[in-house]
C-alpha cells in the first residue's frame, strides 16, 4: 500500500505569515500533487511534479510556490499567507501510467490563517 | 479545461438500499473516470474507476456507468451499509493527464 505522510496536521499562522508544508512518499512514484479542499469547491489543484526539479502550475497556483527536491519530497510554500488560504490541504501521489492512474493521498494538513 | 459538475450534494438513504451519485463533465476527449471516498475525519481513497473503452464497471457493491454521448458518469453503491457512509468525488482526466474533481457528494446510510 503507497505511503504518502503530509506533516504538520496542523498549522495556524497570522496573515503575511511563511508557511510551509511538506510531504514524503515512500513507493517511487514519479508524479506528486498538492491540492485544497474547500467546502463548495471540492479538491482544486495548486501545483504538482512529475520528478525532482519539476514543477506544473495547477488549477489555482496563486500565492503558492512548491518545490519538489528528490523524488521523495515535495513541498508546499505560502509566503506570505492570506485568509483565503484557510484549507484542508492534500498532497498526493501516483505513477500515472497508462494501466495505472490512481492517486494515494496523504492525511491532510488543516492550515488557519488568522 | 475540464470542469466536472457532482449533481448531488447530499445522499440520504436507507441502510440495504441503492445510492447513485450522478457527475458530468465537459471535454469530450476525457477518457479516464475514477471516484474516491473520504470517510469522516479521513483522507480520500480511490474506489473504482472507468475508462472510456467501456461502459459499465462493477467492483463488488460499486458499479460505475459511463454515458459518453451524454458526458455523464454515475456510481451506483448497491446493498447499501453504514460503513458506505463518506463524501464521494468524482473526477475526470484525458488518460495521463491531471485530474479535474467534482465537489463531492455526501452519503448517509439511515438504519
Known amino acids: 500500500e503507497a505511503a504518502v505522510t503530509q506533516s504538520p496536521r496542523n498549522k495556524v499562522t497570522v496573515t503575511g505569515g511563511n508557511v510551509t508544508l511538506s510531504c514524503r512518499q515512500t513507493?517511487?512514484?514519479?508524479?506528486m500533487y498538492w491540492y485544497r479542499q474547500d467546502t463548495g469547491h471540492g479538491l482544486r489543484l495548486i501545483h504538482y511534479s512529475y520528478g525532482a526539479g519539476n514543477l506544473q502550475i495547477g488549477d489555482v497556483p496563486d500565492g503558492y510556490k512548491a518545490t519538489r527536491t528528490t523524488q521523495e519530497d515535495f513541498f508546499l510554500l505560502l509566503e506570505l499567507a492570506s485568509p483565503s488560504q484557510t484549507s484542508l490541504y492534500f498532497c498526493a501521489s501516483s505513477d500515472r501510467t497508462e494501466s495505472n492512474e490512481r492517486l494515494f493521498f496523504g492525511h491532510g494538513t488543516k492550515l488557519s490563517v488568522l | 479545461g475540464e470542469k466536472v459538475e457532482q449533481h448531488e450534494s447530499t445522499l440520504s438513504v436507507r441502510e440495504g438500499d441503492s445510492a447513485v451519485i450522478n457527475c458530468t463533465y465537459t471535454d469530450t476527449a476525457s477518457s479516464y473516470f475514477p471516484w474516491y471516498k473520504q470517510e469522516a475525519g479521513k483522507s480520500l481513497h480511490f474506489v473504482i474507476d472507468?475508462?472510456?473503452?467501456?461502459d459499465r464497471k462493477q467492483s463488488q457493491r460499486l458499479i460505475v456507468l459511463l454515458d459518453k454521448k451524454a458526458k455523464r458518469f454515475s456510481l451506483h453503491i448497491t446493498a447499501t451499509q453504514p460503513e458506505d457512509s463518506a463524501i464521494y468525488f468524482c473526477a475526470a482526466s484525458l488518460a495521463g493527464n491531471k485530474l479535474t474533481f467534482g465537489i463531492g457528494t455526501r452519503v448517509l446510510v439511515r438504519p
Open positions: 472507468i475508462r472510456s473503452n467501456v
Open positions: 513507493n517511487s512514484h514519479n508524479y
